[in-house]
């Protein structure tokens, strides 16, 4: 069974970084599709970034340019870097593995950014 399980998160005043990591586990292949998915407090979840085997990689328009997606060469791992952070980057980011069409979830790690 597919599990993920994100790290990383925490407290950051305005302009500095974090680097969040996701790490897949029970599986034996490379998930095609993975990425980064947040919702801010009363806010909907919204897709972050995404990245699918060969590196192509797409960010929403509000990160831009800020935050950058990466995996792992072998692993079914998945980070993002957040540079440049605002008080509206704050909420609660979540690691997505899309396998065969089906979205699978970590419980999420929470981001604070403060101004």
């Known amino acids: 069974q597919l599990q993920l399980m994100e790290s990383g998160g925490g407290l950051v005043q305005a302009g500095g970084s974090l680097r969040l990591s996701c790490e897949a586990s029970?599986?034996?292949?490379?998930?095609?599709?993975m990425g980064w998915y947040r919702q801010a407090p009363g806010k909907e979840r919204e897709l972050v970034a995404v990245i699918i085997l060969g590196g192509h990689t797409r960010y929403a328009d509000s990160v831009k340019g800020r935050f950058n997606i990466s995996r792992h060469k072998i692993k079914s791992a998945v980070y993002l870097q957040m540079d440049s952070l605002v008080p509206e980057d704050t909420g609660v980011y979540y690691c997505n593995a899309r396998v065969y069409g089906t979205d699978h979830w970590g419980k999420g790690t929470l981001v604070t950014v403060s101004s």
């Open positions: 029970g599986i034996n292949f490379s998930v095609n599709r």
